[in-house]
C-alpha cells in the first residue's frame, strides 16, 4: 500500500509541475535568411501556420516553446504514473 501513496505523490507533484508550466506556446521558432524578423511555426488543423515574431519578443517566445516541450514530457511521467496506480488499485 505503501507504493501506492508514493505514486499519488508522485501524481500530485507532476500536476502541480504541469500547472505551473501553462504559460506556453505550440510552435518552433526560426529565423529565415531572407528575412530580418523571426517567426513562430505551427499546425493548426493539419496546415502548417507562421506567425511573425518581433525581435524585443524572440527571447520570451522561445521560453513559452520550451515550456510546451517540457509540459509534454511532464505529460508523459503523468501517464506513466497514472497507469502504475490504476494497476496497483485493480489488483
Known amino acids: 500500500m505503501e ?6 505523490k508522485q501524481q500530485e507533484l507532476l500536476k502541480e509541475e504541469i500547472c505551473n508550466n ?3 506556446l ?3 521558432v526560426g529565423c529565415s535568411p531572407k528575412m530580418m524578423n ?3 511555426t505551427t499546425k493548426i488543423k493539419g ?7 518581433r525581435k524585443g519578443l524572440v527571447p520570451v517566445v522561445k521560453v513559452m516553446t520550451d515550456r510546451n516541450k517540457r509540459v509534454r514530457s511532464l ?3 503523468l501517464s506513466a ?3 502504475e496506480i490504476l494497476k496497483l488499485e485493480s489488483k
Open 26 to 28: 505550440i510552435g518552433s
Open 81 to 83: 504514473v497514472n497507469w
Open 47 to 53: 496546415k502548417t501556420v507562421t506567425r511573425s515574431v
Open 22 to 24: 501553462l504559460d506556453l
Open 75 to 77: 505529460l508523459q511521467k
Open 3 to 8: 507504493t501506492i501513496e508514493l505514486l499519488k
Open 38 to 40: 523571426h517567426n513562430l
